[in-house]
């Protein structure tokens, strides 16, 4: 087993990148960013949405301080949740309950999509992330300085290999340069409970800055038995050296939460919304196993045919409802960056980081009973459940560096990004005593009594890149480079429980020329256009849950050689304008999406038929977006965002024999939305504040042929508070509300969580929460 702590590799890499000679200088809109982040720690920031003036790309930015008008602790995917084209969908309000937060952008799943924090690759964010983690987990919500969204074509610096349709990027508030701090508490709906601290140390006798803060979230479940937890420890110092700085954060989280079932069509017709596993109710739970068992639907041989073969109530089958399930995970992730001028006109930059997660994914399921099921003597580990884990261990270390050159009209900016991932994975089960449950599912489990596999993968990723900004004219400026991505996949197993589990062998994805290339022209000081190409390529997951080693050995042994990575080429051009009041952005886009992956049979049956990756055609993605913030009057101002999207499959889904194995050509791509609409009102005195805020959205299917459905949603959200002030201790002191899904609309949130089948109904939908309210107090000092 590997020691829980940044030692070794990691640390060695940190102290390497410190003397890294190639590095960054903030490419334009990565200064954008950088200078919210300080603005956001000073407090002082005055557009709260940049629509990237003097870019060449679809790129928005948003301060951190639109986080403080969600509810607490709300996920800072929040942040970017109002911008055009954007889903965001999460079954609990804060949009932080990660088995079922998913975000798409112009068609592309999170998968899909970069993140990063502080320049440190945030992986692919998937449930079971094998390369990264969830932004919520990588920082506390307080802590976030600003966000950029890019909808299309991602920054060519951006550190991430699966950045097909977007990136966005997170960066932490700066430290502030005066003594201080932050405390703030807030109350609500299931028992809701937050605080959160942050000490500011201010500016010290090196002229160092540095913070650290700690948050603690509970709540229970909205619907059915359990709890939500996370605690989080964020710790950033900033060191200034001459016209450079040395500035290095650690960030610890601890997230334990419980799960809501997973539902179909089908079943919320039959058991409503409501509807949820039976935790807390240990004998209907062993009953409904026990049914399952006697009609054979178990697959499990019954042992007590007293049960019968009817099950309780309304329930039809053992996958209606099981006792529990849920999400443990552990993580430290930190970096260091030093920045430094070389001379007048060279800027380098290196970001070395670590990551270390410790995670278990926990079902308590009817399908493998616990080892002494059926001993009439035993009275432990005999119950006709047993706990089934999916059990992560990841260790990541990395170099992001960069220096840009300024050299007459041209900016040329160069650099790499390097990763080292160890990556355990493995499958156990843990026994249950039939009287009662003895283990408790926000721990850790020890002990299994079976683990089916476990297997080690190493992934190593090089990413070069070179760029040139050329300001042609005070009107005219064009960019262009290309990046170089490689990535090497090995898998080897370590346990199988047969010789059909196991997984060993490598498989690499390179692109040696991924072009960027880009304009932009203003019309006036006010007025500008701009058009952008990009090639972006996704490589492939190391995981024995997903991508080509959740194949079995013959799956993957037929695919290696000559399955192709996925590719997308997005073109995309736009107006920006802005008056004295109003500032917008019309833009179009056209994405051809190639060599889409999909797991379809390979071989034929007598060889076992395994299920296997295999490249199944292209996806067209065409759409139109608008966006805009108006000041329309004193205190009042308004943001609305629009966007169209007409995204299909262009060919059907064939097998590995070139079988049609679903009609998909012409069809639209899963959970996308055709028409996507926000809009708020905000209004702000000083004193009193407060944003009503609209999100509509058309149907979206969660079958690739398009037979299955869930209906438009409107949802709306309302804030509200007051700043008091005149005396010591009412100066910094709030007062706020947060009423979410205003309206109690009843609606499905996440589309995916037991991803998409081919046609027909299936257990994969959430149900969104009902109407929640939170009352928080905050005192800044």
């Known amino acids: 087993m590997r020691t829980r702590m940044l030692t070794g590799a990691a640390t060695a890499a940190l102290s390497f990148a410190m003397a890294a000679s190639a590095a960054a200088a903030d490419a334009p809109t990565g200064a954008a960013i950088a200078t919210a982040a300080a603005e956001a720690g000073e407090s002082s920031v005055e557009e709260i949405v940049v629509l990237g003036r003097g870019e060449t790309r679809q790129v928005q930015t948003v301060s951190g301080e639109e986080l403080s008008l969600e509810m607490p602790g709300a996920s800072p995917l929040k942040l970017v949740e109002k911008l055009p084209n954007v889903n965001f969908q999460s079954a609990d309000p804060f949009g932080s309950y990660e088995w079922s937060a998913r975000i798409t952008i112009r068609s592309f799943n999170q998968s899909q999509l970069g993140f990063t924090l ?36 991602g920054a060519l610096d951006t550190a991430s290999a699966n950045n097909l349709g977007g990136t966005l990027k997170y960066v932490s508030r700066d430290p502030s340069s005066t003594f201080g701090g932050l405390v703030a508490g807030t109350y609500g709906t299931e028992n809701t409970l937050r605080g959160f601290a942050r000490l500011e140390s201010g500016e010290l006798a090196t002229g160092a800055r540095g913070y650290l803060s700690y948050s603690y979230n509970t709540a229970d479940k909205w619907k059915g038995e359990g709890e939500q937890r996370h605690q989080q420890i964020n710790f950033k110092l900033v060191q200034p050296i001459g016209e450079g700085s040395l500035t290095g954060w650690v960030n610890w989280s601890k997230r334990r939460e419980q799960d809501y079932q997973d539902m179909s069509l089908e079943m919320l017709s039959r058991l409503g919304n409501s509807w949820d596993n039976v935790a807390g109710n240990w004998p209907l739970a062993v009953q409904i196993a026990e049914v399952g068992n006697n009609t054979g639907y178990t697959g499990v041989t019954p042992r007590f045919p007293s049960f019968g073969t009817t ?45 270390d997660n410790e995670g278990q994914g926990l079902w308590f399921t009817p399908y493998v009973p616990s080892p002494n099921y059926g001993v009439l003597t035993a009275t432990t580990d005999n119950a006709p459940i047993s706990i089934r884990t999916t059990e992560y261990d990841l260790r990541r270390y990395g170099v992001v560096a960069a220096a840009t050159w300024r050299v007459g009209q041209h900016a040329i900016n160069a650099g790499l990004w390097y990763e080292d991932n160890d990556f355990n994975q493995a499958r156990r089960y ?30 190593t990723t090089w990413k070069l890149f070179i760029q040139d900004t050329w300001t042609i004219s005070d009107k005219l400026t064009v960019n262009f480079g290309f990046a170089s991505l490689k990535v090497e996949n090995e898998g080897e197993t370590v346990i199988a429980r047969t010789a059909s589990l196991e997984k060993n062998g490598k498989i690499e994805a390179e692109e040696n020329f991924l072009p960027q290339g880009g304009a932009r022209y203003a019309l006036s000081e006010d007025s500008e256009l701009f058009a952008n190409y ?79 990756l295999s490249n199944v055609g292209a996806v067209t993605a065409k759409g139109f977006e608008a966006v805009g913030t108006w000041d329309f009057a004193e205190n009042w101002s308004a943001f609305a965002s629009y966007a169209f999207n007409d995204s299909t499959y262009d060919d ?54 398009n037979d299955r459905s869930v209906p438009s949603q409107m949802l709306a959200d309302l804030s509200v508070g007051y700043r008091f002030s005149g005396s010591p201790w009412l100066d910094g002191l709030e007062a706020q509300v947060n009423i979410s899904n205003l309206f109690d609309e009843e609606y499905i949130s996440t589309i995916n969580s037991n991803g998409f089948p081919l046609r027909g109904d299936s257990q994969t939908l959430l149900v969104g929460s009902p109407q929640q309210v939170f009352f928080t107090l905050r005192k800044t000092f």
């Open 311 to 355: 099950y309780p109530g309304p329930i039809t089958s053992a996958d209606d409802a099981y006792y529990d399930a849920a999400g443990l995970r552990d993580d430290v992730l930190g970096a260091i960056t030093l920045r430094l001028p070389v001379g007048e006109a060279v800027d380098v930059k290196a970001t070395v980081y670590g990551h």
């Open 534 to 612: 990009s090639r972006n390529m996704r490589a492939f997951p190391s995981s024995g849950t997903s991508g080509p080693f959740s194949a079995n050995q013959a799956g993957f042994l037929a695919i290696k050689d000559k399955l192709k990575p996925e590719i997308s080429d997005t073109f995309e051009a736009g107006w920006r304008f802005r008056t004295a009041d109003f500032q917008g952005v019309l833009a179009a886009y056209h994405v051809k999406f190639k060599d889409r992956l999909f797991s379809v049979p390979v071989g034929s049956g007598i060889v076992g038929n395994p299920s296997a």
């Open 118 to 153: 502080d320049e440190v690759p945030l992986g692919d964010m998937t449930y079971g992330n094998h390369n990264g983690l969830h932004i919520s987990r990588a920082i506390a919500s307080e802590n976030v300085g600003a966000v950029e969204l890019a909808q299309g074509a």
């Open 430 to 459: 843990y026994g249950l005593n039939r009287a009662a449950p003895q283990r408790d599912s926000l721990k850790m489990q020890s002990d299994p009594f079976r683990t089916d596999w476990e297997y080690d993968f190493k992934t």
């Open 652 to 705: 059907d889904t064939v097998d590995g024999n070139g079988v049609v194995v679903a009609r998909t050509e012409g069809k639209t791509t899963v959970d996308t939305p055709e028409h996507l609409f926000k809009a708020e009102l905000a209004y702000d005195n000083g004193g009193f504040f407060g944003r009503f805020s609209l999100n509509y959205m058309t149907k979206r299917f969660f079958t690739y042929e």
